[in-house]
T-cell receptor, first 114, second 114 residues
Framework: QQQVKQSPQSLIVQKGGISIINCAYE??????FPWYQQFPGKGPALLIA?????SEKKEGRFTISFNKSAKQFSLHIMDSQPGDSATYFC?????????????FGKGTHLIIQP | DSGVTQTPKHLITATGQRVTLRCSPR?????VYWYQQSLDQGLQFLIQ???????AKGNILERFSAQQFPDLHSELNLSSLELGDSALYFC?????????????FGPGTRLTVT
């Protein structure tokens, strides 16, 4: 059972455009939603994270939008740059007993064309 | 650089063998998580240790085991290796026991089983 569904699988955006990646989750016990960026040959790097008590969080060119009722969250990359070309993973986890690490989406391969 | 170190970077071994992967967490972090990344399964949580004690278990095979030592470094032991165990293995560390705190990933160990 895939608990976090991520789309699209791949995305091509022109330089300066907005990249949008979407995720949906099933487990209502999830209460922490990070995004990770991974370059080839490297480990995932924490980009930005949100908790369900807010609907939006912005850090520089990166924004997470969160819709608790729809159980969806998305990553927006404004003014996308070629250096943003990477694979992006959404993830979710829950606090308390039975916590079991991060549950990841399948990833989105993002290419920013110059 | 996340501050998490992993050795070795690459490992090539034969089916049926046993290997040990090593991870040193960021300074001050007490939790260590192990994840497996493969093309078909994506990033999957294996196991978590917090301050020397097993905290949570994910999709870890019985042939795999881990431990965390008093100096907080961790080792993941993989035995009776099969071709399907070929993957990237990441460890991540966090300051707290809860998986809802920021996890920082190491550069990974690429395991190839021939």
């Amino acid at each position: 059972q895939q608990q976090v569904k991520q789309s699209p699988q791949s995305l091509i955006v022109q330089k300066g455009g907005i990249s949008i990646i979407n995720c949906a989750y099933e487990n209502t016990a999830f209460d922490y939603f990070p995004w990770y960026q991974q370059f080839p040959g490297k480990g995932p790097a924490l980009l930005i994270a949100i908790r369900p008590d807010v609907s939006e969080k912005k850090e520089g060119r990166f924004t997470i939008s969160f819709n608790k009722s729809a159980k969806q969250f998305s990553l927006h990359i404004m003014d996308s740059q070629p250096g943003d070309s990477a694979t992006y993973f959404c993830a979710a986890s829950k606090a308390g007993g039975g916590a079991d690490g991060l549950t990841f989406g399948k990833g989105t391969h993002l290419i920013i064309q110059p | 650089d996340s501050g998490v170190t992993q050795t070795p970077k690459h490992l090539i071994t034969a089916t049926g063998q046993r290997v040990t992967l090593r991870c040193s967490p960021r300074s001050g972090d007490l939790s260590v998580y192990w994840y497996q990344q493969s093309l078909d399964q994506g990033l999957q949580f294996l196991i978590q240790y917090y301050n020397g004690e097993e905290r949570a278990k994910g999709n870890i095979l019985e042939r795999f085991s881990a431990q965390q030592f008093p100096d907080l470094h961790s080792e993941l032991n993989l035995s009776s290796l099969e071709l399907g165990d070929s993957a990237l293995y990441f460890c991540a560390s966090s300051v707290d026991a809860s998986s809802t705190y920021e996890q920082y990933f190491g550069p990974g160990t690429r395991l190839t089983v021939t």
